[in-house]
């Protein structure tokens, strides 16, 4: 059975951003109780500071399942703020593959990329193999902390790919001379 990554994308007011340390330290204790969680980040995004990411790590869907429900008696990030409210986006990912460190590991300077990519349908393999290659060519690039990649367990054409970078310099680095920006989505380390 495949790891699963649960990525809620949220939207926080600069006024509620006290929540976010508070929501961070409860979900940590309650998952730290939960068999197979294997990690929690947060991520922001540099160029929207209002917008931000929060994977979920797990050995497999059955670990997702009982994380869910430990988390059941946590009020959701979106709930708690008083300034605004919108629901989070979430992606269930069936983890393909993952190398080096996880995202839960990295550490507080660095950077992370998000792609998200839509094949034909029936082509998500070859996605796949693409975006692994592309990947195994990362780790050879200073600053390279790790990788995960997979798909959306309901739409499986749909392939999300994750690489942690040691800081925003290295990403940087990493990008090709002519690179689309539209995309990648660059996260900082928040939590």
């Given at each position: 059975?495949?790891?699963?990554?649960?990525?809620?994308?949220v939207?926080?007011?600069e006024?509620?951003?006290?929540?976010?340390?508070?929501y961070y330290?409860e979900?940590?204790?309650?998952?730290?109780?939960?068999?197979g969680?294997?990690?929690?980040?947060v991520?922001?995004?540099?160029?929207?500071?209002?917008?931000?990411l929060v994977?979920?790590?797990?050995?497999?869907?059955?670990?997702?399942?009982?994380?869910?429900?430990?988390?059941?008696?946590?009020?959701?990030?979106?709930?708690?703020?008083a300034?605004?409210?919108?629901?989070?986006h979430?992606?269930?990912?069936?983890v393909f593959?993952?190398?080096?460190?996880?995202?839960?590991?990295?550490?507080?300077?660095?950077c992370?990329?998000?792609?998200?990519?839509?094949?034909?349908p029936?082509?998500s393999?070859?996605?796949?193999?693409?975006?692994?290659?592309?990947?195994e060519?990362?780790?050879?690039i200073?600053?390279?902390?790790?990788?995960?990649?997979?798909?959306?367990?309901?739409?499986?054409?749909?392939?999300?790919?994750l690489v942690v970078?040691?800081?925003?310099?290295?990403?940087?680095?990493?990008?090709?001379?002519?690179?689309?920006?539209?995309?990648?989505t660059?996260?900082?380390?928040?939590?």
């Open positions: 059975m495949s790891e699963i990554l649960i990525l809620a994308r939207r926080i007011h006024f509620d951003l006290p929540i976010v340390a508070d330290f979900v940590s204790e309650r998952l730290s109780t939960v068999q969680s294997l990690g929690l980040s991520w922001r995004d540099p160029r929207d500071p209002e917008s931000f994977a979920y790590e797990y050995a497999d869907l059955a670990a997702a399942e009982r994380g869910l429900v430990a988390l059941t008696e946590v009020r959701v990030l979106a709930e708690t703020q300034a605004d409210f919108r629901p989070a979430v992606l269930r990912v069936k593959d993952r190398s080096a460190r996880r995202l839960s590991e990295a550490p507080q300077t660095a992370l990329s998000m792609s998200i990519r839509i094949a034909d029936g082509y393999p070859e996605l796949l193999d693409d975006l692994g290659r592309t990947f060519d990362l780790q050879y200073p600053g390279y902390i790790g990788s995960v990649y997979g798909t959306n367990d309901v739409l499986e054409e749909e392939v999300i790919g970078w040691a800081n925003r310099e290295a990403y940087v680095k990493s990008l090709p001379p002519v690179h689309q920006v539209s995309d990648l660059m996260y900082s380390r928040f939590y």
